[in-house]
């Protein structure tokens, strides 16, 4: 006697199909709600790991959320204050200039014994020091454009990096922030002699004269000095200050003796037209 067999329910196809869907839903929702909620959910340490982690591999905006995350859940403790200068790292690297510049301000008031403040007060730079810097410059170093704009972030970022080999001299970010240093003092010297010769083209010869004379008193150590006592005698002489020209060639003579305009005193030529009309030739 064979068994017998269970008796079979026959669903509908619309019930069938509609119950597949909701079993998928259910599951989808359960995946998303697992990525969404592990964030809150996660041990302080695995949190951070997993912040670090992305850091790690480039996932910045990723990285960011995290470090946000674990501020917000835990809002005190060593990772909390590492977590912070993470923090700004990312957004930094994520260029978002100034949430950056405003975490590291606030890691930098609120932990100023902290054994990596140095590295705050170098990031803090890098922010500055980056945010004049266009898309082309980023990849093409051009000097002569970064010293056609605004110098408000160069002259920050000078002030930054100044403070960090003032308060630490003996950082291991220290030499690199003094090179910078000498770049940004090149980078404001060349932006004062590019203005000074706007307004020697433009006969504003004592406008010229200041700008050149403020090079001269700020900037000795940078090359452009020599183009700065050049304009000077160049706008003495058109102001009928013959002893003072006379003098400031001198001074040209003696420490800049291959400078053009000794061989050339209508030196500094304007730029042709067609010069100007070349893409980023630094004359526009």
């Known amino acids: 006697m064979g068994l017998s067999k ?7 196809a619309m019930k069938v199909l509609a ?3 909701l079993t998928v839903l259910m599951s989808a929702c359960s995946i998303f709600g697992s990525k969404r909620d592990s964030i809150d959910t996660m041990p ?7 912040a670090h982690s992305s850091m790690e591999n480039a996932d910045y905006a990723a990285a960011t959320r995290a470090y946000q995350r674990l501020i917000a859940r835990f809002p005190s403790g060593e990772y909390n204050e590492q977590a912070q200068l993470d923090l700004a790292y ?36 890098l922010i500055n020091f980056d945010r004049t810097s266009g898309l082309i410059e980023r990849y093409v170093s051009r000097t002569g454009q970064q010293s056609r704009r605004d110098q ?109 305009y000794l061989a050339d005193p209508k030196w500094p030529h304007p730029a042709s037209t067609l010069r100007k009309m070349v893409p980023f030739s630094g004359h526009h």
């Open 19 to 21: 119950v597949i869907a």
């Open 44 to 50: 302080l340490e695995a949190l951070y790991n997993k």
């Open 6 to 12: 269970l008796p079979m329910f026959k669903l509908p």
């Open 152 to 260: 408000g972030f160069n002259l920050q970022a000078f002030d930054d990096f100044s403070e960090l080999s003032r308060r630490f001299p003996n950082s291991a970010y220290t030499a690199d922030a003094r090179q910078r240093m000498i770049y940004l003092r090149n980078v404001l010297a060349q932006y004062e002699i590019n203005v000074a010769e706007f307004y020697l083209r433009n006969k504003a010869y004592i406008a010229a004269a200041d700008r050149a004379q403020y090079v001269i008193e700020h900037y000795q150590q940078a090359p452009q000095t020599g183009d700065a006592l050049a304009i000077l005698t160049r706008s003495y002489l058109a102001l009928g200050h013959k002893t003072l020209a006379d003098q400031s060639r001198q001074v040209l003579t003696i420490n800049y003796p291959s400078h053009p």
């Open 90 to 125: 990312s957004q930094y690297k994520d260029n978002q200039p100034d949430e950056a510049y405003s975490t590291i301000n606030r890691f930098i008031k609120t932990y100023p014994a902290n054994k990596h403040v140095d590295y705050a007060y170098y990031l803090r730079g």
